[in-house]
Each structure stands twice: as structure tokens, then as C-alpha cells.
């Protein structure tokens, strides 16, 4: 205003708020990562390690998993608004919670899969130098799940990525909370029209999401390399030690063995001649620790219910007096003309959502598998395609869907087909990534056996390749389908501009009963109906072919 | 003597060009014809590199091979290898995994069918034709894998640590059947490499046993072992070339 030259300084003001608003999802984003990894170890060591534990909370944790992010807006809303009064810290608590929603289920499984997956011979070495307790869980348990958590850690911060806009966003009906970020910027700048505004924050948000790749999850990378325990073969492994020699020695001084060596040192020096002495000394020293290591599941069972008991104490007031009653409801669903007609689109919409993922699903595989077997082809390459298809993923889809809607509405297929696509940014990565580590992983003796056997071409591919990676295929497969899922809630209803853009679907559904006519009840039925699909896909077919890939093409012989 | 294979001033290092690992030195190698060798040393002297660069899965960063006087430019059609992980495929059978060593040569499905059925006889492996991998012991497991190399009727066999992943008792009975073979002129290579940090088993073996030292690896001494065949393996004579050997490398 006083510049006088007629110049706007306008860019330079929205380039410090896009900043503002990057930095405040990112606080955000690395605030959910921490509570999801903590809730992560805590569920997936609870699970792995008890028969009981495992048998109550894997389903739930399946459950949990295929319910969309919409599906926790009541919750979040209802707990924090509730709770904290509407201040705007309930609200950014409640967006931590739904980037939580998207990021914590992958990183449990992953805790689960890798504590379930410690060798025996690791196990009996743990208990014959009698490591137990806490002191196993920083020796055995959590080392054996660093790789595992390290790559699924990175599929979860780009799931909160993809979610950010929707979890900045929280609407149900007419009421809306919105908070400064990056996601609510590019939906607010792109749904008005202002593409310029969100060429800039794209450019902010990929910048911001390379630079937490270079400086934090590629370190990470790197530093959970050396927690594989597979056996490798000798050329590996004088590479190996040759070149990691010093991260080895880092490792030792710092992490793993210090217990572990402290405790052989131990006994072999101490146990030979001052055996009686350092018996009853150790004895005396170890007693509290004992106890403590004893009692260990009392004690976490005691906490755990005083800390349920007193948070519960302290909100169920305010909960219910927030939370419509089941008489409402009742009203809610069955008097409504709107819910009620929208129920009854529950069975085309689902059926329709299938064959949207299926169609997703099988262009994903045209695309990814040729690809992923070339990249991992080349040697030399690897490095180089790996980072670009990351760039790639680390893109959240959900910021540039304008631009692929605008790109695609004309196409032949229409909006079904401009549906589709979105469906796949939800669901690519998953496979593509799954198959790269596949063929990747294929033994390196197995390698040189069909090169010394001189396997070329189509019989490469039948006789090794394909059986190679069926595991990661269809892991990759059920991870995919899962992301598929989830994505429906974006990729089928889109608000764009002043119109909204909308196909039959279970997800489109869902966005309504939130979004339009803020039903609790109907957005309920809805998650219910698609929980029970999804879980029953689950069993049924990905479960089932699973464990017939496994029991065949299982790598141990 | 033909030499079969030869490695002139052959040298392998890995990692980058700023701050290289030198794995194997300037050697200097040929294997003739019939003939044994045996390859031993300590670990990290580059004993199963020196057999893939035979083999031709990696190339040498300096020097050069040759194969009957041709140079190794690409995996060689007349070896046949044997791994120390057996490397045999999980999901195929026993006779599937035997028939891969017929890959690339112009036999029709129902002569390979019937070889793979004659080699897994030969090594003992009959009535377990359409058994898996994982259904089978150790000892077996590496019997599938010489079948394997031996269908094709290779010129020279590389043996990589071969006996090292089976108990001792496995492993006295198996080594005994590969001398069986080699023996018999009709079945047997023309040359066999084999690497082992078994000292005793090399010389028990082989007719020359070539000794390297590690990091870099270099060939330390070539030890000729004169002792006829069939050998005895408790006998003085060879416990004399067993204590020079293992001198060597301590």
C-alpha cells in the first residue's frame, strides 16, 4: 500500500505464508509419526508376544485399518471439540489424530510381522544370557523390528501426507474446522481457481517432502540396513564388512551388543573366580530389577487401566453430552427422507467400488510389475529409478487431482474413468514398491544359479522371477487394495470450484452422509457396510492366497 | 600340459575407485587338463570370488581369462558350478531343478525328462524325482545341485565350498561319491576346481592345491599332492602335505 510503484507484494507475503503453513503441517505430520510409531511398537510387540493378545487384537487392528479416514471424523471431532471446548488446540489435536488414523496401523502390523519373525536361535540366545524384560526389548525385540519399521514408517508418513488435506479439513455437515497447513492452502487455492497460488504450494510441499526424505528417512535407510539378520553369502558379506566396517563399529559401541557383551564379559571373567561373591552381589543388585522385570505384566496391565480409567473419568461427561443420542439416531436414519434414499444406494454404490478398485488395480499391475523388474535389472540404475519413483510416491496424488481431473474429464471414459485414476494414486506405490523389494530380494545364489544355468527370457521369468516375487506380489497386492480402499473417500466425490464432482460409490457415500448432510448415523452405515466388505475380502481371498503363495514360493529351503 | 583354464595377472577389487578393496592380487593361474585343483585359504582372500571370475559371473578389474584359450567375456557354456547354499529353486522339483542344467541345450522336453531322470539316479537321488527342496535333507539337497551340474556333461566342474553346509558324516560319504565320479573317465569333467577352507579335504582331494593369503588375496604357494589314488585319508603322507598347507596359513 505505500510501495506506491504498483508493484504487488503480494507473492512475497503468500510465499512466507506458505512456509507458515508447510512448517505447521509438517509440526503437525512429525507429531503423528511419533505417537503412531510409540502406539505402533506398544500394539505390535503386545500382539506378537501372547497368544490371548494376538487373538483379540489382530482383528481389531484389521478393522481399524480398512475403516477410511473419514470414518474417524466423529470421533475426532467428538472427543476434541468436546474435550478441549472447540480451542484451537482440540482441533489441532484432532488433526494430529486423523494423520495418526493414516499413518499407526501399518506401523503395528509392521511391529507385529518382525517380533513374530525373530529366529528361534536368536530367541534362545537372548534367554540364555538372560536377557528379559526391558532389557530384551532393547537387545532383541526392537533391533529385530527396525527395518520393518524403518519401510513401512515411510509408506505411513506418505499415507499422512495423501490424508493431510482431508485431516486439515474436518467437515461434518455444516460444521467445519479448518487449521492452517499446506493441505488446507492447496485445496482452498486450487478449488478456487487460483493456479498459480498452487503451483506454489506444490513446490513448497515437494521441496519440504524431499528434504525430510534426505535428511531424515534416508539416514534411517541406511541405518536400518544393518539390522537385517538374513544369512548372506560370502561375497556379500566380505563387502559388506569391508565397506560398513566403520557404521559396524558405531553400532557396537552404541546399540545392540553393549548388553549383550557387557553380560558375556560378565560371566565369563566374574563367574569363574569370584562366583560366590559376585553371586550374592548380583543377587542383592538385581532384586528391584526383578521384581520389576517379574511383575512386568501386572505392571503395565495396572498402569494401563488407571491411565484408561482416569482419561475415560475425565471426558465421558463431556463425550455424551456431545454425542447424539441412539433415539436421535434411530430418528436420524429412518425418518429422513435423504438417509434413507441414500441407503438404499449401499448395494450398487459397493458394487461399483469393486470393480472401480479392480479396474485400479489390474492398470497398476500393467504398469508396475514391467517396470519394477527392469529398474531392479539394472544395477547400475537402481539407485538413480528408486529415488525418482520415491520422489514419485512421496508426491501426495490428493494435491494435484485437479490438475489430473482437469486432464482427464475430457477422456473417453469420462468421470468414471478420471475416478479410476485417482483410485490408483492410492494404490500403485504399494505394489510397485512390494515388487521392487521382491525382485530384489531374490537370493543372489538363486541369481547366479540361473546365469551359470544360462535361464534367459520367458523361462527367467517362469521359472525364477515370477515365483520369486509372488510373495511380495501379493502382499503388495492386499497393501494395495487396502491404500485402494481408502482412497475411494477422495477419489469419488470431489469438490471442485463451486460444483461438485461425484460418481456412485461407497466412498462418494460417505463423503455425502459427512461432508452434505452431516448424518452420523448414515456415515456409520456406511463404514460398517465397507468394514464388513473389506474384512471379508480379507479373509476370503487375500488371506487365503497368501498362505498358498507362502506354503510353495516361501524363499527357505 | 593343456591348460584349460588360465588366469593371466588377474586382479578383482571391489568398491570405489578413490578407496578400493583389493579382494584378489596379480594371480597368476591355469588349471589343465584332468586335473584337480583344489583352492584354499582363510576367509577374505577372495577364494569364491577367483571361482566366479572363472565362472564368469564378474569380471576381472585387470587381467584376463581364458577358456581353451578364449577369452571369458560372459558366463561360460562348458562349466558347471556347484554352491555352497546349494542355490537350488525352491518352488521347482527335484527333476525340475536337475533339468535346468539342460537350459540352452537343443534336447526336446521328453530326452531332458529322461537325462534328468539318469543323473538323478546316478547321484542317488531316486524316489525323490518330484519331492521339493524343502522336503530334503542337507545331504540330499547338494546331491540335487551336483545332478544338477553334472547333466550337461560339463568340461570343468567348480565346486564352491561344496561339503561346508553338511554335517561332517554327509559330507565324508558325499566327498567319497564325487571321488567315485571323478574316477570314472565315462562321467567325470575333464577338470575340477574346488574351493574349501577345509585344508585336510583339499589335499584328500585334489591333485594340486593352490594356497592364498588373505586381504589381499595372492597365491601363497602351489602345492603339488603326489600321492596316488585311491588315498587314504588317515595316512602320514598326506598329513605331511595337511601340516605344510595349514604352516602356510597360520
Known amino acids: ?557 | 600340459m593343456v591348460p584349460i583354464i588360465e588366469l593371466c595377472n588377474v586382479t578383482k577389487t571391489f568398491g570405489s575407485s578413490q578407496r578400493p578393496a583389493i579382494v584378489l592380487d596379480s594371480i597368476n593361474l591355469f588349471v589343465g587338463e584332468h586335473e584337480f585343483v583344489g583352492i584354499v585359504g582363510p576367509s577374505g582372500s577372495g577364494k569364491s570370488t577367483l571361482l566366479r571370475l572363472m565362472m564368469g559371473l564378474t569380471k576381472p578389474t585387470e587381467g584376463e581369462i581364458y577358456y581353451r584359450g578364449k577369452k571369458v567375456q560372459d558366463v561360460c557354456a562348458g562349466m558347471a558350478m556347484v554352491f555352497q547354499t546349494f542355490a537350488i529353486f525352491p518352488w521347482l522339483t527335484v527333476v525340475e531343478n536337475v533339468e535346468l542344467g539342460l537350459q540352452g541345450k537343443p534336447f526336446a522336453e521328453r530326452e531332458r525328462r529322461e537325462r534328468a531322470l539318469r543323473t538323478v539316479e546316478l547321484m542317488g537321488l531316486n524316489g525323490f524325482e518330484e519331492a521339493y527342496p524343502r522336503e530334503l535333507s542337507g545331504g540330499m539337497k547338494q546331491r540335487v545341485g551336483l545332478a544338477r551340474a553334472l547333466i550337461s556333461d560339463p568340461e570343468v566342474l567348480l565346486m564352491d565350498e561344496p561339503f561346508s553346509s553338511l554335517d561332517p558324516l554327509t559330507a565324508t560319504h558325499l566327498r567319497e561319491e564325487v571321488l567315485d565320479l571323478w574316477s570314472d573317465l565315462s562321467v567325470a569333467p575333464e577338470a575340477v576346481v574346488m574351493v574349501t577352507h577345509n585344508v585336510e579335504e583339499a589335499v584328500y582331494m585334489a591333485d594340486r592345491v593352490i594356497v592364498l593369503t588373505p586381504r589381499p588375496g595372492r597365491i601363497a604357494r602351489d602345492v603339488p599332492v603326489q600321492i596316488p589314488r585311491p588315498r587314504d585319508p588317515r595316512s602320514s603322507d598326506l598329513y605331511r602335505v595337511v601340516d605344510e598347507i595349514t604352516g602356510l596359513i597360520a
Not at chain 1, 106 to 119: G, L, Q, R, T
Not at chain 1, 165 to 179: D, F, H, P, Q
Not at chain 1, 475 to 497: D, K, P, R
Open chain 1, 1 to 557: 500500500m505505500f510501495l506506491g510503484n504498483g508493484l504487488p507484494d503480494a507473492i512475497y507475503l503468500e510465499l512466507w505464508d506458505i512456509m507458515f503453513y508447510t512448517s505447521r503441517s509438517l509440526l503437525r505430520m512429525f507429531a503423528a509419526i511419533v505417537i503412531s510409531y510409540a502406539f505402533g511398537i506398544f500394539y505390535g510387540v503386545a500382539a506378537a508376544r501372547s497368544r490371548r493378545g494376538e487373538l483379540i487384537l489382530m482383528p481389531i487392528l484389521d478393522i481399524l485399518q480398512s475403516v477410511p479416514i473419514l470414518g474417524f471424523f466423529p470421533a475426532a471431532i467428538f472427543f476434541f471439540a468436546a474435550v478441549f471446548q472447540e480451542s484451537w488446540i482440540g482441533i489441532e489435536l484432532a488433526a494430529v489424530f486423523l494423520i495418526f488414523t493414516s499413518q499407526a496401523w501399518n506401523i503395528a502390523f509392521a511391529v507385529y510381522e518382525s517380533v513374530s519373525a525373530i529366529p528361534l536361535d536368536l530367541e534362545e540366545a537372548a534367554s540364555s544370557l538372560h536377557l528379559k524384560g526391558l532389557a530384551k526389548l532393547r537387545c532383541l525385540i526392537l533391533p529385530a523390528c527396525i527395518p520393518k519399521m524403518v519401510y513401512n514408517g515411510m509408506m505411513s508418513w506418505a499415507g499422512g501426507w495423501y490424508f493431510l488435506v482431508a485431516a486439515e479439513m474436518i467437515t461434518l455437515g455444516s460444521r467445519t474446522y479448518s487449521l492452517p497447513g499446506i493441505g488446507r492452502y492447496l485445496a482452498e487455492a486450487t478449488y478456487s481457481g487460483n493456479y498459480q497460488e498452487t503451483i506454489w504450494g506444490l513446490a513448497s510441499l515437494i521441496l519440504t517432502i524431499l528434504t525430510i526424505d534426505l535428511l531424515f528417512w534416508r539416514p534411517l535407510r541406511g541405518y536400518a540396513e544393518l539390522f537385517r539378520y538374513e544369512s548372506v553369502s560370502a561375497e556379500q558379506m566380505t563387502h559388506h564388512t569391508l565397506f560398513h566396517a566403520s557404521r559396524f563399529a558405531w553400532l557396537k559401541s552404541r546399540l545392540v551388543p553393549t548388553a549383550l557383551m557387557g553380560r558375556v564379559a560378565h560371566l565369563s571373567s566374574l563367574s569363574t573366580s569370584l562366583e560366590p561373591v559376585a553371586g550374592s552381589m548380583r543377587h542383592v543388585a538385581r532384586k528391584p530389577g526383578e521384581l520389576l522385570a517379574k511383575h512386568s505384566k501386572l505392571i503395565i496391565c495396572i498402569l494401563t487401566s488407571v491411565i484408561v480409567v482416569a482419561t475415560l473419568a475425565s471426558t465421558v461427561p463431556q463425550i455424551l453430552r456431545h454425542t447424539p443420542s441412539l433415539q436421535a439416531l434411530y430418528e436420524e436414519l429412518f425418518q429422513s427422507q435423504d438417509v434413507a434414499s441414500e441407503i438404499g444406494l449401499i448395494p450398487a454404490a459397493l458394487g461399483s467400488s469393486i470393480a472401480r478398485l479392480f479396474i485400479a488395480y489390474l492398470l497398476s499391475i500393467a504398469w508396475t510389475l514391467p517396470l519394477a523388474v527392469r529398474i531392479a535389472g539394472s544395477r547400475k540404475t537402481f539407485g538413480a529409478a528408486v529415488f525418482a519413483m520415491q520422489v514419485l510416491a512421496s508426491i501426495p496424488a490428493t494435491a494435484v487431482f485437479p490438475i489430473i481431473i482437469l486432464a482427464t474429464m475430457k477422456l473417453p471414459g469420462g468421470l468414471q474413468l478420471t475416478s479410476i485414476i485417482l483410485t490408483m494414486t492410492g494404490m500403485q506405490w504399494y505394489l510397485l514398491f512390494n515388487l521392487l523389494g521382491g525382485v530384489r530380494s531374490i537370493p543372489s545364489d538363486l541369481l547366479e544359479a540361473s546365469q551359470t544355468y544360462r535361464l534367459k527370457g520367458f523361462e527367467k521369468w517362469r521359472k525364477l522371477v515370477i515365483p520369486a516375487i509372488l510373495p511380495s506380489f501379493i502382499t503388495g497386492s492386499i497393501t494395495a487394495w487396502g491404500g485402494g480402499w481408502n482412497a475411494l473417500v477422495v477419489s469419488e466425490y470431489i469438490v471442485f470450484g463451486r460444483e461438485t464432482v461425484a460418481v456412485l460409490g461407497i466412498g462418494a457415500l460417505l463423503d455425502k452422509a459427512a461432508y452434505n448432510l452431516g448424518s452420523v448415523g448414515l456415515l456409520f452405515v456406511n463404514i460398517a457396510v465397507m468394514v464388513v466388505t473389506i474384512v471379508t475380502i480379507n479373509r476370503l481371498l487375500w488371506r487365503r492366497s497368501y498362505h498358498l503363495v507362502l506354503s510353495k514360493y516361501r524363499m527357505d529351503y
